[in-house]
Nanobody, 120 residues
C-alpha cells in the first residue's frame, strides 16, 4: 500500500522554525523525486521545493530560497523540509509528493498534508 505521511506542522510565531517530515512506504522511495507543495486558503497549490532521487539535487520556489531546506534520508524513506524565518505568508497546508518516470505510466503519490500556521 502506497503511503506518504506528513508530520511536524503546527502553530509557530513569525521568525520561528519548523521541520516537516514525510515518511514513505509501499514504493521504492530512493528511486523517486520528492517534492514539497503548499496550499494556502483560496490559493492554488504551489511547488515549494524538490529533491532528486540519486544526486539529491534541490530546487526551491523564489519565495522560500535561503529560508527552507529540503533533504532526504533514503535509508529511512523520509523527506524533510526545514523551514526557518517563517512569516505569515508561509501559512498553508504542506503536502509531500513522490514522482517516478516509468515506461508506460508515471508513478505519483501524495500525502494527506500537514497544517502550518504562522501567527503571533
Amino acid at each position: 500500500q502506497v503511503q506518504l505521511v506528513e508530520s511536524g506542522g503546527g502553530l509557530v510565531e513569525p521568525g520561528g522554525s519548523l521541520r516537516l517530515s514525510c515518511a514513505a512506504s509501499g514504493f521504492t522511495f530512493s528511486s523517486c523525486v520528492m517534492y514539497w507543495y503548499r496550499q494556502a486558503p483560496g490559493k492554488e497549490r504551489e511547488l515549494v521545493a524538490a529533491i532528486t532521487s540519486v544526486r539529491g539535487s534541490t530546487t526551491y520556489a523564489d519565495s522560500v530560497k535561503g529560508r527552507f531546506t529540503i533533504s532526504r534520508d533514503n535509508a529511512k524513506n523520509t523527506v524533510y523540509l526545514q523551514m526557518n524565518s517563517l512569516n505569515p505568508d508561509d501559512t498553508a497546508v504542506y503536502y509531500c509528493k513522490a514522482y517516478q518516470s516509468r515506461i508506460g505510466k508515471d508513478f505519483y503519490a501524495w500525502g494527506q498534508g500537514t497544517q502550518v500556521t504562522v501567527s503571533s
